[in-house]
Nanobody, 123 residues
């Protein structure tokens, strides 16, 4: 079992940047593909990005492609989400989770969810 903890959220103006971290403890982090999701108030939890176990493959939601970058440092047991050119519509609680199987952009395919970190983008 792996435990995941998100950090790095905050308040930023539109056009700004943030880097989120997903720190893992427990089982070897390199055994897992990892995804980021986000959930705005009153909305469903939506896929943002995923990185494969090796780090060689990444996937992004259309809404963030070209602005967000997911990466991993297995020596530090951390997955990062670099978010640039932030927009007010990026405002949400961001969660990371380990991808076990199934479609990578569906939350049901993930487990070991962290507690989330709030990102607020002001206009």
């Amino acid at each position: 079992q792996v435990q995941l903890v998100e950090s790095g959220g905050g308040l930023v103006q539109a056009g700004g940047s943030l880097r989120l971290s997903c720190a893992a403890s427990g089982r070897a982090f390199s055994d897992y593909a990892v995804g980021w999701f986000r959930q705005a108030p009153g909305k469903e939890r939506d896929f943002v990005a995923r990185i494969s176990r090796s780090g060689a493959y990444t996937n992004y939601a259309v809404s963030v492609k070209g602005r967000f970058t997911i990466s991993r440092d297995d020596a530090k047991n951390i997955v990062y989400l670099q978010m640039n050119t932030l927009k007010p519509e990026d405002t949400a609680v961001y969660y990371c989770a380990s991808h076990y199987s199934g479609t990578y952009d569906q939350s049901i395919s993930y487990a070991n969810w962290g507690q989330g970190t709030q990102v607020t983008v002001s206009s």
